[in-house]
């Protein structure tokens, strides 16, 4: 059964970094695309960073490319997403979310492209 767990949410001020995790089982990292989504309150969920495990090429938002990066640590099964410059508007419940690239396909940064969902973890921005 696939399992996902993200990690290191927590405050920050504005222009500080964080670095999340989303320790992932149940899976073989290397046929699936994973995905960081956000979702602050009263808004949507959002795509942040997409990866396509096995080959490692990262897809970001517009709104955080060149502040984020996500990467995979292969010893652990985990994904990372290491979060720079923050800023007030990078606030909010971040999730981990994963699924047969195969599946995926295009949408990597679409909520309905993924089944597994982890529980998600908080970040607030202070300006």
């Known amino acids: 059964q696939v399992h996902l767990a993200e990690s290191g949410g927590d405050s920050a001020q504005a222009g500080g970094s964080l670095t999340l995790s989303c320790a992932t089982g149940g899976l073989r990292l290397n046929s699936y695309a994973v995905a960081w989504f956000r979702q602050a309150p009263g808004k949507e969920r959002e795509g942040v960073a997409a990866m396509y495990a096995g080959a490692e090429i990262p897809f970001y938002a517009d709104s955080v490319k060149g502040r984020f990066t996500i990467s995979r640590e292969h010893a652990q099964n985990t994904i990372v997403l290491q979060m720079n410059d923050l800023k007030p508007e990078d606030s909010g419940m971040y999730y981990c979310?994963?699924?047969?690239?195969?599946?995926?396909?295009?949408?990597?940064?679409?909520?309905?492209?993924?089944?597994?969902w982890g529980q998600g973890t908080r970040v607030t921005v202070a300006s």
């Open positions: 979310a994963a699924d047969f690239w195969s599946r995926v396909g295009r949408d990597k940064m679409l909520t309905h492209a993924y089944t597994h």
